[in-house]
């Protein structure tokens, strides 16, 4: 999805009037991003994360927000949704640590970081909401 969007940034809005975002956006955050939003969510509110615990996938989401920030109304709808608390909060589940996966194992962290900190080069807009998800990992 992250290939074709950045091969050509016209299809971002066609995969945003699709729902395919939405539904990518479902997928991670595990709820309707109007029920995410309307219920006063913060960035500081913190739960089980209901992402697969894949290795794959999990390396993949930052390219594929990135890719579907592109637009000013694609960065308006990552913004609104803010996939970042749920997606850092994987670092900090048992879920997905040893014994029960091996999806923390070797460079998947620093893909996931790189992958983060490219958002973060290429919309300027986003760097606030994912330097809060960060510190609040951290704490």
Not at 49 to 66: D, H, Q, R
Not at 72 to 92: A, D, W, Y
Not at 110 to 121: K, P, Y
Request: negative net charge; hydrophobic residues 40%.
């Amino acid at each position: 999805l992250s290939d074709v969007m950045n091969s050509d940034p016209q299809i971002v809005h066609d995969v945003h009037s699709s729902g395919l975002a939405k539904s990518f956006f479902d997928m991670i955050l595990g709820k309707d991003i109007e029920s995410r939003t309307s219920l006063g969510e913060t960035v500081e509110t913190w739960s089980e994360p209901l992402i697969e615990p894949s290795a794959e996938l999990i390396m993949a989401i930052p390219n594929v927000i990135s890719a579907l920030s592109l637009t000013e109304s694609g960065m308006k709808v990552v913004t609104e949704t803010n996939p970042f608390p749920t997606l850092l909060s994987v670092f900090c589940s048992p879920k997905y640590a040893m014994p029960n996966s091996r999806c923390l194992l070797n460079e998947m962290s620093a893909i996931v970081g790189t992958g983060i900190d490219e958002i973060m080069r290429h919309n300027p807009s986003l760097r606030n909401i994912v330097l809060i998800a960060i510190i609040q990992v951290m704490k």
